[in-house]
């Protein structure tokens, strides 16, 4: 998983802990001396935030190894085992459910649980059967759930504005609601916003924009952005916000993939929704994720189709691959990652305030 940090480690206004800890989320073991460099601390103020956040459980400690003499190297890293994370992903024939560490990587295999029918109280029942088991499961303390949905999600991230073809989920409170159930922080993400993120992820360390289609929903075609990192959210559910795109002109895009005869003219139409967006983004990616019908035939259509939309104004690298389910748990872990240890916003404030006896002030060294 990619960390992008949320703070300038070296800035004096920064409280000593953050500046600790923004070094230690980017994954790479260090000494005491290396934080010393990086961070700008001193020596005194480096070993008491270092004992103070061992003792809180938010670093991990290796084996010494040899340094100068006398002066043996123990590498310390960011404890990613300190808390659990759990995603699940609607879709029509169930819910499916993984757990991670902080760091995204799956703790056991997924588990599905069935949905009766497609109904508000059906998926609602559902989720809470599959997010009641796995929190179920003995290990580390849980830190939140995401929560991926085939529709539009308010930046609030606890609203679901909208979801495919199910009656009723307009401007629901999910996400407060099963926050209330179990105790935990839920964010809702919409599954074209995880498509990009774990599309993002994957990438090198230069690309700043990706853009991400997932066609796995007919009735509502997911759309994606990333952006230096950033996902970008839907602000509602008008035509054109993010996490649903709207195909003008040629009736419904769900009806036309359905309809296997009709989906050159369906490739062509999403072709031209997307061809603007192209240009104005200027994305380093464009990924398209198919549906269950998804053929080569389907690719080299839309392929074709965009790039003559597009004409001379748009240079996006296309990928496009049949479905994946796997990717959106991978990003929507990555994103409640991300989530919950933004050191200015996130839980990792509080974990970290619980290290320190006495609030800090600004600029502490």
């Known amino acids: ?156 991230g606890r609203t679901l504005v909208e979801c495919a073809g199910l009656t009723g989920a307009a401007n629901v409170p999910l996400g407060q609601d099963l926050s209330a159930a179990f105790g935990l922080p839920v964010v809702l993400f919409a599954d074209g916003a995880t498509l990009a993120c774990a599309a993002w992820n994957a990438r090198a360390a230069d690309t700043q924009t990706v853009l991400a289609i997932t066609l ?13 990192g950033q996902l970008i959210r839907s602000a509602g559910s008008a035509p054109g916000g993010i996490a649903h795109i709207a195909i003008p002109n040629t009736g419904s895009l769900g009806t036309l993939l359905a309809d296997a005869a009709q989906r050159p003219a369906a490739m062509r139409a999403l072709a031209e929704a997307l061809a603007p967006l192209a240009v104005a983004l200027q994305p380093n990616e464009l990924i398209i994720q198919g549906d269950s019908a998804w053929s080569d035939a389907d690719g080299d259509t839309l392929h074709t189709a965009l790039l003559a939309a597009c004409g001379t104004g748009c240079a996006v690298r296309v990928e496009m691959r049949s479905s994946r389910a796997e990717e959106s748990l991978d990003g929507g872990l990555t994103l409640l990652s991300r989530h919950l240890l933004d050191l200015r916003t996130g839980l990792l404030a509080g974990w970290a305030r619980t290290a320190v006896p006495e609030p800090e002030p600004v600029g502490a060294f």
């Open 1 to 156: 998983m990619r960390i992008e940090s949320t703070i300038v480690e070296t800035d004096p206004r920064i409280p000593a802990t953050w500046r600790v800890l923004s070094v230690l989320l980017k994954d790479e073991p260090l000494s005491q001396a290396d934080l010393r460099e990086r961070t700008g601390l001193s020596h005194p103020v480096i070993v008491q935030r270092v004992a103070q956040l061992r003792r809180a459980g938010l670093i991990a400690m290796g084996q010494p190894t040899s340094g100068k003499p006398g002066r043996p190297r123990t590498p310390m890293s960011f404890n990613w085992e300190f808390r659990r994370l759990l995603a699940v992903e609607v879709q029509r024939t169930g819910i499916t459910a993984q757990a991670s560490n902080l760091h995204g990587e799956a703790l056991g295999d997924a588990r599905v649980t069935p949905i009766t029918s497609w109904t508000l109280a059906a998926v609602r029942k559902a989720l809470e059967t599959a997010i009641r088991a796995a929190l179920a499961e003995t290990g580390a303390p849980w830190a939140g759930v995401a929560v991926l949905v085939p529709g539009t999600v308010a930046v609030d």
């Open 216 to 228: 796995r929903h007919p009735e509502r075609i997911g759309l994606g952005l990333i952006i230096e």
